[in-house]
């Protein structure tokens, strides 16, 4: 009797105890990492997990809930629950997940397994040798060098291994897009200026990483190439030697606009346009009294130009738009409309304002792209898969309750594909208009995200744009040109091909 308590008690006792592990990538790199041994089996924590998956994963301590999302698919792993939900099917493993010092452990077999069949050849765990190989595909891309030199600036990305990549340069901005890479934003977001490179920020795609690096009009056409040992992408910036005539002409030249080949392979990936004209009606939207011009009538105007160019140059695709005429419509009859209409994509059109004094009107202008970050209503189709599946394996009473929070992690961790396909035709339109839009600027660098009314409940991709501030007293003269409508049309005409090449 006494030895069995003994014995008892020494299983609890040696039932858990961490391990070492190493981590080895495929360009070489290698390091240590704590596990957890229980009888036998090896139990990754959550702070392991997250090292490779970075920005697609949210842990909860006290919720015990672990979410991540590899490949469009959201895995749920819950403390003490051996149900793992894997894009909303349920899955019984051998051992439940536990919590230990703050930290998930999930059965690294099983988990290595899942990771393999969702994503082949990019993790494999050696438990006799206790070694974990990352493959480039999941392994992140988290540091760089931007140097200095006498006649101009090197950016060196470091890749985690060999990787396929394309680069696009749209003044001011240099894009390199990293296919299947998987980005660590925070890590590459730089504001402060070195030499030619005046920012760099990242956005993480569903099926690949973009590095955006602000380049000084000081520099010269960028070169980009690879370099092996270590893996890595170089962007090489000069000093620009002055030819102001060739930037005179090229500020004056007018933009291409697609031509009928890219216009048709567009028109196969988005069927439906929809053109949302803001205010209307007894909504006048900004006012300016002093040039007596309303938002209602210019943005009406561009939208009407939009439509006639779209309809000139995409031809396949049905163009419609929330008001074409001086009515009002509220907010939610414009989402409705979208919806009903099956939208492919949404575009609502503004003219920006700024109250204050003369002299701050006069200086604030330039243009804006918004996108929506929280792009779905509470019972989006995501929540409710979870709710049929998962959440009967609740421990906790309160299963509504628990819905909110997982919908809480999946929103914190952007799972939604509408946003990243909002926000990346947010980036395409931003640099068409940055290019189109000869007499209206930059408000300032880069896209915008709010949670905008109008664009909530819409469902598909969606943007807003304030094409320029009617509060300015030279932009509501450029507002009111047709010749300015024509430039908004073409941006947004050209933003959406580039846009639609994007999709598979
Ligand atoms: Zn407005």
Redesign the pocket.
């Known amino acids: 009797m006494k030895r069995v308590v003994l014995l008892f008690i020494g299983s609890i006792l040696f039932a858990c105890h961490a391990a070492e592990i190493s981590v080895r990538y495929d360009n070489g790199a290698e390091k240590k990492a704590l596990v957890a041994e229980r009888d036998g089996n090896v139990f990754f924590p959550a702070t392991v997990i997250f090292d490779l998956f970075s920005n697609r994963f949210a842990w909860a301590p006290d919720k015990r809930k672990l979410v991540i999302n590899i490949s469009e698919t959201d895995l749920i792993f819950t403390e003490d629950n051996p149900f793992v939900s894997v894009g909303g099917e349920v899955r019984e493993w051998s051992a439940a997940p536990f919590c230990e010092e703050g930290d998930l452990y999930v059965p690294a077999r099983e988990f290595v397994l899942l990771l393999d069949s969702l994503v082949p050849d990019t993790v494999t765990w050696d438990a006799e040798k206790k070694s974990l190989r990352i493959g480039s595909a999941v392994a992140v891309i988290d540091s760089f060098t931007c140097e200095e030199r006498k006649n101009g600036t090197v950016f060196t990305l470091f890749l985690p291994g060999k990787m396929a990549f394309d680069h696009t340069f749209f003044k001011p901005q240099l894009n390199i897009n990293v296919l299947k890479g998987k980005v660590s934003v925070e890590q590459l977001t730089r504001k402060e200026t070195v030499g030619l490179v005046t920012g760099i920020s990242a956005v993480q795609f569903a099926g690949s990483a973009q590095i955006s690096l602000i380049i000084s009009a000081r520099s010269g056409q960028p070169e980009v190439c690879y370099k092996d040992g270590p893996c890595r992408i170089e962007a090489v910036l000069r000093n620009k030697i002055e030819d102001t005539k060739q930037v005179a002409s090229a500020e004056s030249a007018a933009v291409a606009l697609p031509d009928s080949l890219a216009a048709d392979q567009a028109a196969l990936r988005i069927k439906r346009i929809i053109i949302d004209p ?2 209307g009606g007894e909504d006048p ?2 006012v300016n009294t002093q040039a007596k011009a309303e ?2 009538e210019i ?1 009406l105007a561009i939208g009407l130009e939009l439509r006639k160019l779209l309809k000139e140059h995409l031809r396949d695709v049905t163009v419609l738009m929330t008001r074409d005429d001086d009515t009002f419509v509220p907010l939610k009859g414009r989402s409705k409309f979208a919806n009903s209409k099956k939208g492919d994509l949404f575009i609502s059109v ?4 700024i109250s204050g004094n003369k002299t701050k009107k006069s200086v604030i202008d330039g243009f804006e792209v918004y996108f929506l970050d929280l792009a779905r209503d509470d019972d989006a189709r995501a929540v409710a898969a979870l709710e049929t599946s998962a959440i009967q394996y609740e421990k906790d009473g309160d299963a509504r309750e628990n819905i909110d929070d997982i919908d809480f992690m999946i929103k914190s961790i952007e799972l939604n594909t509408y946003r990243n396909q909002s926000e990346r035709f947010a980036i395409c339109l931003e640099q068409e208009m940055s290019k189109s839009l000869k007499k209206v600027r930059r408000h300032k660098l880069g896209v915008n995200q709010a949670n905008f009314y109008v664009l909530r409940g819409v469902e598909m991709p969606a943007v807003l744009i ?1 094409a320029a501030f009617i509060s300015n007293p030279e932009e509501v003269k450029v507002l009111r040109t047709r010749e300015f409508h024509r430039q908004v049309a073409e941006a947004v005409l050209n933003g959406i091909v580039r846009y639609a090449d994007t999709l598979e």
């Open positions: 803001g205010h939207g900004a938002e209602k943005v503004h003219a920006n304002s304030e």
